[in-house]
């Protein structure tokens, strides 16, 4: 569905209203991902997990060369053109490179491996690329007590490049929320109550393993965006974790 790469990232926080010029010419060199059904539309809930010292966290904060992420997300939704599809992904960034390594479980068996460290499946009967993921996870479980931390939800559109840019995708994400419950995983979850940015904006990321278009380079520069670092993970937490937002209130007090 989404392959695993190896990329660089560039994203912007954008209104709306820019979004929308900016889709109707991202329309005109790009095409819809047809490994996710051939829609651009989609939710995306994904549950965190950390350590109580929060090290993924504070790993992005101090830009730690080499660095992971634990998560479990789901695609899609039971009423959308695509259904809910379930991964365990380790979103590990080495020296300016994001590189997504997955396993793509039904959502039972993925709870039980990140919560329980405990693979439903004989890992010697994996294929190769498999076990060695599935030991990554329960290493990161195990060795840095990696345990449920938040939820986030947002709605995608994805673009994907043309012929001159087969590894360009382009997302918008709107309607970013979290919550630090410890609910039951649902596709299309809708229990929330923290947002962490006004409704009126959205996250465009262009994420690519070589270089970004002539078009898109322009595109960017005629409508003034500006790359910025941003994280929906560690906003939220400075927001609404009480372990972080309590020890940045301590900071800055």
Not at 78 to 102: C, L, Q
Not at 186 to 214: G, S, W
Request: overall charge positive; hydrophobic content about 35%; proline content about 4%.
């Amino acid at each position: 569905m989404f392959p695993r790469v190896d990329r660089k990232e560039f994203k912007f926080i954008i209104p709306l209203e820019l979004r929308d010029q900016v889709i109707k010419q991202v329309e005109l060199y790009t095409g819809f991902d047809e490994a996710a059904g051939g829609c651009s539309h989609y939710p995306i809930i994904s549950q965190y997990y950390d350590n109580p010292n929060r090290d993924s966290y504070w790993e992005k904060q101090r830009s730690q060369k080499s660095r992971r992420k634990l998560r479990v997300r789901v695609y899609g939704s039971h009423a959308g053109t695509i259904p809910p599809t379930t991964f365990i992904e380790v979103k590990h960034k080495h020296y300016g490179r994001g590189v997504k390594r997955r396993l793509q479980l039904p959502m039972a068996e993925a709870i039980e491996l990140v919560e329980n460290a405990k693979s439903t499946t004989n890992i010697n009967e994996m294929s190769r690329s498999n076990r060695m993921v599935t030991n990554e996870i329960i290493n990161l479980i195990k060795l840095r007590e990696f345990k449920f931390l938040c939820t986030m939800r947002y709605d995608r559109q994805a673009f994907v490049g043309g012929a001159d840019a087969p590894d360009l995708r382009i997302t918008f994400d709107t309607g970013v929320a979290c919550r630090f419950d410890h609910l039951d995983l649902q596709a299309d979850d809708k229990r929330f109550d923290h947002y962490i940015l006004p409704n009126d904006q959205c996250v465009m990321e262009v994420k690519t393993n070589t270089v970004i278009p002539y078009w898109l380079r322009q595109l960017v520069g005629e409508k003034s965006m500006v790359n910025q670092s941003f994280s929906k993970f560690c906003t939220a937490l400075e927001r609404h974790d009480p372990v972080i937002s309590g020890m940045l209130r301590g900071k800055t007090a």
